[in-house]
């Protein structure tokens, strides 16, 4: 009997243990855990560690975790640590877009399963949400806000060499013709017109983003054109968004798509190339290979004057609706809408600030984006809706596969047949 109770006393006592462990696992002594979730970056990680280090201080009882993982590892992990009840904010890119419609059949995005299953807190009447402007309106869905997005950045810029275009009395172009004709004097110089990290895919891949915005600038009406039939990759405009592509591929520094997406800063501020196609985050890793580098920032132009830039809401919070502890993440999501919380935090960061009335100290910002960024549109690829299956042609970066990058299509037309078949095939499977 006395060896009985004292099992039993033993396996209470582990139990309680085991209780306790878990009410502590992120920072232990019995304080309230607060678990983030969200990409590997650097500068953003870095601003979220510096905020959550500031928060503990106010609130000593709460202890923040900031889990950063690869960007093709965020879905499986995030859908792990939402099962497990392991998180309390999630950080998305791009906002919440490309929900799922009637029109383009096709898979709702993570961030849409995960509110339709109730996992993601409706934050429509917390009262900081005041001081947001558009870092509200990217987190909506069916009229309700789910999030907040706390930054913007440009991605159909182009990087230019000031003092190499001064010297040589180059403009920055303001349509699609004078850019073909400042290649063309850039080459005549010997110097390659531009350079891309072509080995990392995505840095090169995203350019169509740049080439569809110069051709078509409202690309939405585009996709629901293609979907309805309307439009067709082999009509002229589609074409000559392919043609651009191939422009640009024949107008990047030899070898570009062994070039590390690590190696393309250096290699501008070097002078190997005269400009470099890029979102306007990889300034700092431009004036970190040179300080003094004098680098301008103008978007890819369209067929007329006056295109603006196009880019995307870059890091949304969103607070996990079945965590015991969303109050904690609420408290935290408010700490961030103190303005000059949020001023410290969007400058660490360096992208494009949602909250009206804050002053960046960031002089490119100022001075190259800003200006132009008033009405951020939205990229197309967090537009563009592909049938469930698509083949490779019929994707948002195509003319990866043209000759000119090394791929095995040999020309323009053929590859707009090729999407548009891709096209009609997955179109097809979905009726069957």
Known sequence: MKKLFMLATVLVLGSSLMFAGGNRQAGGGGKTPLRIVTWTNPASVEAMKALSAKFMVKYPDIAVEVTDIESNQVDGLLRTRMAANDVEIISHQGGLTRAQVDWAPGEKPTWQEMIDAGNYLDITNEPWLSVWGSGVDSCKYNAKVYGVSVG???????????????????????????????????????IAPMTVGGADGWPYTMLMNDTVASVEPDHDGLIRALWSGD????????????????????????????????????????????????GNWNVTEILKADPNFQVGYFPLPGTEPGLQFQGKSDLSFHVNAKSPYKDAALKWLEFLSDKANYTEFINTIGFIPTMPGVTISNKFLNEEILPYTANLKPLWELNWRAPSGVGQYAGYSAYQYLKSAGGPVATVAELAQLAQKDFDDAKAAIKK
């Open 152 to 190: 913007s950045t440009v991605v159909t810029g182009v990087f230019y060499n000031k003092k190499l275009f001064s010297e040589n009395g180059w403009q920055v172009p303001k349509t699609w013709a004078e850019f073909e004709r400042l290649c063309a004097a850039i080459k005549a110089k010997g």
């Open 231 to 278: 439009r067709k990759f082999t009509d002229a405009k589609s074409l000559e968004i392919f043609r651009r592509g191939e422009f640009l591929n024949q107008n990047f520094e030899d070898g570009f798509k062994s070039i590390p997406y690590s190696a393309a800063p250096g290699r501008f501020a070097a002078g190997r190339a005269a400009m470099m196609p890029d």
